[in-house]
Nanobody, 121 residues
Framework: QVQLVESGGGLVQPGGSLRLSCAAS????????MGWYRQAPGKQRELVAV???????NYADSVKGRFAISIDNTKNTVFLQMNSLKPEDTAVYYC???????????????WGQGTQVTVSS
């Protein structure tokens, strides 16, 4: 069984910063990619940023230059540093990991339970 546990969400004023963390645990053999997605009320879930275990990154255009994703491969943990936050960043942020639970086993996507980020004055 695999668990993704997120932390770091909360309420912040426009222009402020937050740092999200997500730790993957359980029967993990190999991780390919970890990342963050978000879903605002009435909208579809969208990609925020992803990172491979090799360090390659991809960001949504809306967060480029403001957010930074990083990974600690020794702890199976991914971080999202969010700066210059805007009200439109308000959403539930979900951690995602594409991983295998055994040698030769296929890779599947796993999701965390989500953490609320609210940007408001």
């Amino acid at each position: 069984q695999v668990q993704l546990v997120e932390s770091g969400g909360g309420l912040v004023q426009p222009g402020g910063s937050l740092r999200l963390s997500c730790a993957a645990s359980g029967s993990i053999f190999s991780i390919n990619v970890m990342g963050w997605y978000r879903q605002a009320p009435g909208k579809q879930r969208e990609l925020v940023a992803v990172i491979t275990t090799g360090g390659s990154t991809n960001y949504a255009d809306s967060v480029k230059g403001r957010f930074a994703i990083s990974i600690d491969n020794t702890k199976n943990t991914v971080f999202l540093q969010m700066n210059s936050l805007k009200p439109e960043d308000t959403a539930v942020y979900y951690c995602n990991a594409v991983l295998s639970t055994g040698r030769g086993s296929p890779f599947f996507a796993y999701w965390g339970q989500g953490t609320q980020v609210t940007v408001s004055s």
